[in-house]
Structure formats: structure tokens, C-alpha cells
């Protein structure tokens, strides 16, 4: 054991090693192979991480726009001149494809060219003479502390949606990343300080519930972001409010395709299977229900047979699909497979007995299909995040609006069409943030913000693009007016008049 690298905690520009007597193991999902031992942060170290970042925060906040922002050209360029690096140990542990790993880190690399433009995004209003003499003007103002917590299945870019967006705007950082797969994101973060982040302005501890309960209480986090679970976030975000401080929680999803049988057929199943089973499901913008509208029904065995063909293996092979992240997430996915039986679903693809050569231990769950899927079963109602679709018929485009609609998550939806008018008609009267036309996984570029909603987000701002600067600092109104030295000094006012 003790011979497993540890991963360290930043602090202060430092990156020390825990005090802490619990650990947990980071596990190559094809393997088994333990690679490194991840410290569980014991309060002091996450307050001391905290104070860290308000010690910082003095300096940093006066550091010019363009100094700051130029770290972040700087670590655009490291990030690509590391990119192969860097995938292969994103796949090493979380499972997914190389090809896959490396549009992890793009997407986020995107990110970071974003806050190398912030800028243009944080400039205040000016209105002259609001009164007689008078003016106002607003400044965008960072807010000190803030914290981000962040999934598995999106190592990379999700860090990168948080610290890059918080620092350019002028704030410190605190990053709890997923406690099952940290190595990248640390790499990442030397990527950062290498660029020129200075100490202190961003931190790292590593744990679970306690540590993000530590980061929702302390008064010196002024903001915070997540992204995970709808259950983790409802928390995050009801005790981190309930401690005054800004929340966004970008959550679970139940994500629909509408497939209209207009649509161009071997391009609508192709795109919807890449997006069901592409990161062995575990996307939270996976198309993980299909509903099949009239004669789309009928490709039923098409859709199968694009699924059968796809591969499962060890991600470093650049198969099709990887393996889930955990044992204990394979034996979820099956439990909920056993469910979907139980509950009357037809089963038209069974990935569950799938085996790898070379690789008897991964955690792999083949690509898997139910049709005939209900409201109310578990399958429909629950997010699986894994590789296994749902599919349900529907006699118009209005029904399969009316059965989205109906469901509480609202992260993403596509449809697929010929028709211009139908399309139109979807992405009026979809009651769902992001939707695609004839694009399967629509997650914005930065220039927009991701806008995932209802249950699948709480907060009123995205993690990145413009919505994000208004996250990531306070607006202040200042209101001037001036006087000529030889001017009267008047009389003393007592009624309200600008
Ligand atoms: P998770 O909620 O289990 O973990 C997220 C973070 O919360 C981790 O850092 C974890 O350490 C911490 N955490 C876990 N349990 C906790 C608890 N009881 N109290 C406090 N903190 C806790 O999520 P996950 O399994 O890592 O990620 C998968 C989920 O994330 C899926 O539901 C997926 O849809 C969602 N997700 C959403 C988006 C989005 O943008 N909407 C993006 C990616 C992932």
C-alpha cells in the first residue's frame, strides 16, 4: 500500500501531503490496477486551504485584467503541448476512450481560451448626466473565496469550466475535484501554476462529504459551483444557501431524442447511438431515451444492429466504448437492467454478459436496448448512467412533447427531422435547456453558457460564457457628481432629488 503514489493537496501554492488517516484508492476501471491514494482532507487543511485563497485574494483582485487573463493563453498552450499525456491518464482512470479523453480536455480547453478573452465579458455600464452633473456607472467586482466540486465522468473539462472562468474573473478558488478519479485534474492544476497562477489564488483538497460540507458552511466561500448528482446537488445547493452564499448546480438528467420518421435514418441512428453508448453512458447530456415516433418505430432492428456492432474494450485500446467507472457502478446498472425486466420492458439488447479479451476484470457493461419502456418503470425514472437505452413510441410529435415535458429533468433533448416546421414547433414548445436539431448532444461552446433546467440544475446562472462572469462577481452601482472648486457650495439638501 504504502508504496502507491499519493495525491497531494494544494495549498498556499504548495502541494502537500495529508495529515489525514482515511484514504481511498483510485482504481483503472479495465484493470483493477490501484494507481494512487487520495486523501480524504481533514478540517484544517480545508480551512487552511480556504485561508490560503482570502490571503490571495487582496492581491489578486488588483492584478490587472490582461496579466491574469494571460495565464490563461499560457495554459491553452500546455494543455495542448501535454494533451497525449494528459489523455492517457484521464483513460488510465476513468475508463473512457483515448479519443474520448482528448474532447474531455478539449472542451475544457475551450474554456480556458474563454477566460483568456474575459475582458470583453467584465466590463461595467456607464450612464452620463442621470441628474444634472450627475453619473453612474457599474463595476463588475470579483467576490473573494469561491469553491467548485466536481463529478467523475468529466475529469478534465468540468475543473476547467470552474477555476479558469473564477480566477480570470479576479477571484480565488478552492477545487474539490471526484474522489475516484483526481489524477488529471491534479496534472491540470500543475498545468496552471506552471502558466503562472500564483500561490494561494488556487487551491485543492481532496474528499467527500464532509470536505463539501466544510466548503458550504465556511463563511470565507463566497460562491459556489457543483456538478454531479441531482441528489448531491439539492443539498450543495440548500446548505451552501442556507450559508448565504451564490449556488449553481448543474445536476442529473433523463435525456430524450425524438427520432420523426422524416428523419435522414442512417444518420438519426447513427448519431443516437453514439450518443446512448458513447462514454459507456456515462455523459450527462447521453441520449438515454429515444422515443420513436410512427414508422420510426419500424427501425427497431436497425438500431440494434448499430448497437451490437459497436465494441467494448479497455479505453487505451480506442474501442467504441470503455468500462464504467466503478464495480459497484456495474452492479447498479445491472440491478437497474434486472428492474427494467421485472417491470415489463423488452429487452431487444442485453449488454450484461459482454467480456473483453485481455481485460477479465474491467468493470465493462455492453451497449444495451429496452423497448416498450413506460413511465413509472424504475429504468425510465431513474438516471442509469450507463450504456443502456430506452426507447418509447409515440403517435405524433405533440405526445412525445407532452411525455418530455412531463418528466422532471430538463439537461438535454434533440430531435431528429426533415422538417423545418417540426423542428421549430420542438424547440418552441420543449420544456428542456439545451435541445439539438438533427445534433445529438448539444452542449454550447462557450461564447454561450451551458443552460441545462429544470431538475436538472438549480441556480439562475450557467458555469461558463457570459453567464458565468455575473456568477463569479457582484456588480456595484457607483453614482458621481463633481464640483468646480469656484462653484457655490449651495444649500443643504433635505428632500430626495437628483
Ligand atoms: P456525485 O454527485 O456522486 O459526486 C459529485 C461530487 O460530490 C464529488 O466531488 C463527490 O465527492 C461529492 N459527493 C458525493 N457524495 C456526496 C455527499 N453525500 N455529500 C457531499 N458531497 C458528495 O456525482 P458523480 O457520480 O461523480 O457524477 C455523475 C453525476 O453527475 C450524474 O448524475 C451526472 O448526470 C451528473 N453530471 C451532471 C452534469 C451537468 O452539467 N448537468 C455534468 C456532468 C455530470
Not at 57 to 68: E, H
Not at 106 to 117: K, M, S, T
Not at 129 to 143: E, F, H, I, K, R
Request: include cysteine; hydrophobic fraction near 45%; aromatic fraction near 6%.
Amino acid at each position: 500500500m504504502s508504496h502507491l503514489p499519493t495525491v497531494k493537496l494544494l495549498i498556499g501554492g504548495e502541494f502537500v501531503e495529508s495529515r489525514t488517516t482515511e484514504w481511498r484508492e483510485v482504481v483503472n476501471p479495465a484493470t483493477q490496477e490501484v494507481l494512487a491514494r487520495v486523501p480524504m482532507a481533514t478540517a484544517d487543511e480545508v480551512a487552511a486551504a480556504i485561508a490560503a485563497g482570502k490571503a490571495a485574494f487582496t492581491r489578486w483582485k488588483k492584478t490587472p485584467i490582461g496579466t491574469r487573463a494571460r495565464i490563461f493563453l499560457k495554459l491553452q498552450q500546455l494543455i495542448r503541448d501535454n494533451m497525449k499525456e494528459l489523455a492517457a491518464l484521464l483513460t488510465a482512470e476513468q475508463g473512457k476512450t483515448l479519443a474520448d479523453a482528448e474532447g474531455d480536455i478539449f472542451r475544457g480547453l475551450e474554456v480556458v481560451e474563454h477566460a483568456a478573452n474575459i475582458g470583453t465579458l467584465q466590463l461595467g455600464e456607464y450612464a452620463e448626466n442621470v441628474a444634472g452633473g450627475v453619473d453612474t456607472y457599474t463595476v463588475m467586482q470579483p467576490l473573494g473565496v469561491c469553491a467548485g466540486i466536481t463529478p467523475f465522468n468529466f475529469p478534465a473539462m468540468i475543473p476547467l469550466w470552474m477555476f479558469p472562468m473564477a480566477i480570470a474573473t479576479g477571484n480565488t478558488f478552492v477545487l474539490k475535484p471526484s474522489e475516484q478519479d483526481p489524477l488529471v485534474t491534479m496534472r491540470l492544476v500543475e498545468l496552471a501554476l506552471q502558466a503562472g497562477v500564483p500561490a494561494g489564488v488556487l487551491n485543492v483538497v481532496h474528499g467527500g462529504p464532509d470536505v463539501v460540507n466544510a466548503l458550504c458552511d465556511h463563511p470565507d466561500i463566497k460562491a459556489i459551483s457543483f456538478v454531479g448528482s441531482t441528489r448531491v446537488g439539492t443539498h450543495v445547493y440548500n446548505r451552501a444557501s442556507l450559508a448565504g452564499k451564490r449556488v449553481q448546480c448543474m445536476m442529473g438528467a433523463k435525456n430524450h431524442a425524438v427520432v420523426l420518421p422524416d428523419a435522414n435514418k442512417e444518420q438519426a441512428l447513427n448519431q443516437l447511438t453514439g450518443a446512448a453508448f458513447g462514454a459507456a453512458g456515462q455523459r450527462c447530456m447521453a441520449l438515454s431515451v429515444a422515443i420513436l415516433v410512427g414508422e420510426a418505430q419500424q427501425w427497431l432492428p436497425e438500431l440494434v444492429a448499430k448497437a451490437q456492432s459497436l465494441r467494448v474494450g479497455a479505453g487505451i485500446d480506442n474501442p467504441d466504448l470503455g468500462p464504467v467507472i466503478s464495480c459497484a457502478a456495474r452492479e447498479r446498472i445491472h440491478g437497474l437492467i434486472e428492474r427494467g425486466v421485472a417491470d415489463g420492458a423488452s429487452l431487444a439488447l442485453d449488454g450484461r454478459d459482454v467480456s473483453v479479451a485481455g481485460y477479465p476484470h474491467g468493470n465493462f457493461v455492453g451497449p444495451t436496448i429496452f423497448s416498450d419502456v413506460k413511465p413509472g418503470m424504475s429504468i425510465y425514472e431513474q438516471e442509469i448512467f450507463g450504456p443502456v437505452l430506452c426507447l418509447m413510441a409515440a403517435d405524433t410529435l405533440d405526445e412525445a412533447i407532452e411525455l418530455i415535458n412531463a418528466n422532471p429533468n430538463g439537461n438535454g433533448t434533440a430531435i431528429f427531422t426533415q422538417s423545418g416546421a417540426a423542428a421549430r414547433c420542438f424547440q418552441e414548445d420543449i420544456d428542456v435547456g439545451q435541445v439539438g436539431v438533427n445534433v445529438p448532444i448539444p452542449v454550447p461552446v462557450p461564447l454561450f453558457s451551458f443552460t441545462g433546467s429544470r431538475a436538472s440544475k438549480l441556480g439562475d446562472l450557467g458555469p461558463y460564457g457570459k453567464q458565468v462572469v455575473l456568477f463569479y462577481t457582484q456588480t456595484k452601482t457607483v453614482t458621481s457628481r463633481w464640483f468646480d472648486d469656484d462653484a457655490s457650495s449651495g444649500k443643504v439638501q433635505t428632500t430626495i432629488s437628483l
